[in-house]
Structure formats: C-alpha cells, structure tokens
C-alpha cells in the first residue's frame, strides 16, 4: 500500500478530527443566551407525532405538562396506532384540558407518514410558536420551553432545533448511538452555521423542532418535505432556501431521547433513512468511502505499523479517530467505552450503508413501522438520473 495514500488517510483523519474539536468546543448550548420567554398568555403548541407510541407517550407528555406558564395546549397526532396509545392520551386529556387528541385521517399520496402527522398537528394548533416533539422525547426541567423559545428570539431565528441528548442503556445503544453524533460532528460545522444562511447548513433533529407558526406557514410547513423520510434536516435547509432563519443549537440541557432499545430497533431505524439521506449516489459512495478507508480501515492494519513504514500514518489515524471520539463523549456525555469500540461500530455503520442502499437500488424501498415507502427511493432514482446527465 502506497506512503501517498496512507498519509492521504492521516490528513483527512486529521481534518476531521478538527472539526469535531471546534464543534466540542464553540458549539453554543441551549441556555446561552440567557434569554427566557417572558411572562405572559402562554403561547407554544406542543405537538406530538404518534404512531404506536404506548411505551412513550405518558413520559413525553409528562414532561410537556410540567413545563411553566408556557404551554397553551399539547396535541398529540395518533398516526392509526394499533396499540394503546389512543387510549392514554385520552385518558390524560381527561386529566388537563390542554391535551387532546388528534384522530387520524388517511395518509395521502406522496406523504410520509411522520410528515403527514406533524402538518395535521399544525393545521390543529393554535399557539403562535410550534414546537414539535418525538414520543420519545423529555423535555428536561420546568423551563426547557422557555429556554427554548428565549434562544429563538435572543438569536432571532424562526426556527430553531434542538440537538437532544442522546440517552443509551446496555451494550448495543452505548456501542453504536454515539455514532449518530460522530457521524454528524466529524462533517458539519455547527459554529458556521450560527453565521452563514447557506441552505446546505441547515440542520435539526426531528426529537425537538421550534417554529414560529408564521414562518412555518411562509414555507410550507412540512408539506414542503412531504414526501421525505429525513423530514427534520431537509426542513431545515428549505427553511433557509425560502428566506427564512434557522440554526440547530446543543440542546442538551433541554431535551433528552432514547431513540432505540434493542440492536434490531437501532438497525431498522438507521437503515430506514441512511441513503434516502443522501442526494444522490455520489455523494452516498464518498461518505461510504470516508467511514471505509479513514474511519474503519486504520485499525484494521496498524499493527502493521510495527513492521512496515508504509502503515505508521495508519496507525496515527486510528489514533485521531479514538481522540475524536473522545472529545465527542467529553462533551456530549458518551460512555467512555464506545469510543473503545469504535472498530465494531463502523463495521456495522458500512454494513447498514449498504443494506439501505441495497433497499433503495432493488426498489423494494424503506420499511418502518408497518409501512412501506418508494417515494424516497424514486426521487433517489431521479436525482441519481440528473447527476449522471450532468
């Protein structure tokens, strides 16, 4: 193997890890500002997108209940659950007369089904900001709304995401949900973000989305991403292509999730969006290559290090990768031991690389929650078909 390209794979691991650094260290947190949501007639709608939801539900609202003199109403969208989520909700809208339930109606075509629920959810509200949470969203402390809001205002954005943190118990989610942040963090600028409006930094992560209801409707709202399975990034950067202001902040003071709790959850939910994620097969193949060659393959031939002078630049990137790693969980509250298993995580972020690619490419689409949709498959296919005329 060439000296070039294994000093070509250190530089890259190195570059990297230098956006990682700056992200750890001047990415702004929710709370920094200073700015809460003064007193007044409250004015947030929480809505809630759920399907199938019975694990979820009660602590999501639970915490959205708790909040202060902020919450007008919490809408809570059953998306056709066939389990008991209906019935919770209604039991809690019994309790407090701003929970009510949203009945579903017939998910149309072209519509996902978490992007339909959440623009029936807006089409419902009445409060002048809408902030939407996934069921398996917390809202941490009694004033996380009116931080959240006060940043909003304090940075004068009309939308505003909030980076959750990620909570993980056992072996599988301490092993592989840090990747999420790793995955993100190692390529987007966040602090960029806070003074450019270019479309390609909008960010979010669809667990705790604020919008400024007129903004949302200037928009259109989700409609705007009706058809996408990575509604929450994508809304994000049609926000700022229509004019609007929009930034992802650290929300982890604020908001907290458990996204998945089992290997087989964390697999489907991941494999679900992994390609539809991308714009094209180009820019999927280079991300691909970067995780294969920069991220995976330098632990695999370090110890070659020891015997030939061609791998030492192998093994000082395997050592970057563990430093980013570090700096990661230091600042977002990791286990220290994923970083140690980052070899196994990679393996198994390539190998569902590949099977979500192999979804998309066989036209079978994307499954998830009892649904199956092509929509994201067939604009892959199109954008595929452009990239290649030009």
């Known amino acids: 193997m060439p000296l070039l390209f294994t000093a070509a794979v250190l530089l890259v691991a190195g570059v990297t890890f230098g956006v990682a650094l ?114 398996d969203a917390r809202l941490v402390g009694r004033d996380a709304v009116s931080l959240v809001v006060g940043e909003a205002l304090a940075r004068g954005v009309t939308l505003l995401s909030c980076w959750p943190r990620i909570l993980t118990r056992g072996f599988w989610e301490g092993a592989l949900m840090p990747l999420l942040n790793f995955v993100v963090f190692t390529l987007y600028p966040a602090p960029l973000a806070q003074r450019r409006d270019d479309e390609s930094l909008g960010l ?74 991308f714009r094209g097969a180009h820019t999927f193949g280079a991300f691909l290559a970067l995780h294969l060659f920069v991220f995976l393959l330098p632990f695999a031939l370090a110890p070659l290090a020891l015997r030939r002078p061609w791998a030492w630049p192998l093994a000082a990137a395997a050592g970057c990768v563990l430093a980013t790693r570090a700096a990661l969980a230091l600042r977002f509250g990791h286990p220290w031991w994923s970083a140690l298993l980052h070899p196994l995580g990679e393996a198994v972020l390539v190998a569902l690389g590949l099977a979500s690619w192999l979804d998309c490419r066989s036209g079978r689409g994307v499954e998830w929650k009892g649904r199956r949709y092509r929509a994201a498959v067939e604009t892959q296919a199109h954008l595929q078909t452009e990239g290649a005329k030009e």
């Not at 056709?80 to 075509?109: K, M, W």
């Not at 978490?114 to 009445?126: H, I, P, Q, S």
């Not at 990575?230 to 292509?241: G, K, P």
């Open 204 to 277: 979010a992560h669809g667990s705790c989305v604020l919008a400024r209801r007129d903004a949302y409707e200037a928009v259109g709202g989700h409609a705007s991403v009706r058809g996408e399975l990575f509604e929450d990034t994508r809304l994000a950067q049609v926000w700022r292509a229509r004019g609007q202001r929009g930034l992802c902040l650290d929300g982890g003071v604020v908001v907290a999730v458990r996204m998945y709790r089992s290997f087989g959850e964390i697999w489907a939910g991941f494999r679900k969006n992994f390609f539809p994620a």
């Open 22 to 135: 700056w992200n750890a260290l001047a990415w702004p947190r929710v709370g920094d500002s200073g700015v809460r949501l003064e007193a007044g007639p409250p004015s947030v709608s929480v809505l809630i997108p759920a399907r199938d939801e019975e694990a979820n539900v009660a602590g999501c609202l639970d915490s959205a209940l708790a909040q202060r003199q902020t919450v007008l109403e919490v809408l809570v969208y059953d998306d056709h659950s066939t389990d008991r989520t209906a019935e919770i909700v209604e039991a809690y809208a019994r309790g407090d007369r701003r929970v009510r339930l949203v009945r579903p109606a017939e998910l149309p075509e072209g519509w996902c089904g978490k992007t339909f629920a959440c623009a029936r959810l807006a089409a419902e509200a009445r409060g002048r900001w809408l902030l939407f949470l996934d069921a």
